[in-house]
């Protein structure tokens, strides 16, 4: 029985992009100055992984709000909202009754189950993908990357301020790790996982 390969970590996958600056060429081969003066520039990996953690941050800081983001050509965490059907038989209504109370028991109906959508540029290469998505649209809305639950785009002006890089930076960044997965998948056969801290994502061929 063939023994399963390990996935790649974003370790990996940073060191893979900067051993082949001919692919992925641009500012994150480099050291590049910081935004505040008194901080030294970076070597190249480490830089991409403060990058990296500066969007897990963002990323995190945004879910808690209750905000969907999406990542264009990698993905986007989102919310599916679970009803659960009203115990009519339970309940008691009668005159007395406190609506403030009634209307806070039935927000409790509504759970919200934080999932990963992979981006359509990605889904086409994972075979073992269940054709199945995370969460259904609403019929008035055509994607789930168009609207979703309070979705926005991941902004990079907001990591770039946190780790003191130039948003140009970040960006060139954040484009490349995600072109240099879907190379990973699609090329070279690797499996992935990326840990979010709040959250990992497998992505397995």
Known sequence: MAQALPCMSIDGIIDYILANPN???GKHNHPT?????????????SQMQII???????LDNNLRQGKSVNMKKFGAFTFDIETDLPRIARR???????IGRERSERKHIHKLRP??????????????????EEISPAGSQKSIFQQGFKMIYANPVPVASACQMGVDVVRSTLDIIYKAIEDLINIH?????????FAAVSMRQ
């Open 189 to 197: 056969d690797k499996d992935i996982q990326l840990q979010f801290g």
């Open 33 to 45: 100055e910081r935004t505040n003066p008194s901080q030294p520039a970076l070597e190249p990996k």
């Open 92 to 98: 008691q209504i009668s005159a007395d009754s406190d």
């Open 52 to 58: 990296w953690r500066a969007l897990i941050t963002y």
């Open 115 to 132: 999932c990963f959508v992979v981006d359509p540029v990605l889904k086409r290469l994972l075979n073992r993908y269940k054709g199945k």
């Open 23 to 25: 692919i992925y060429p």
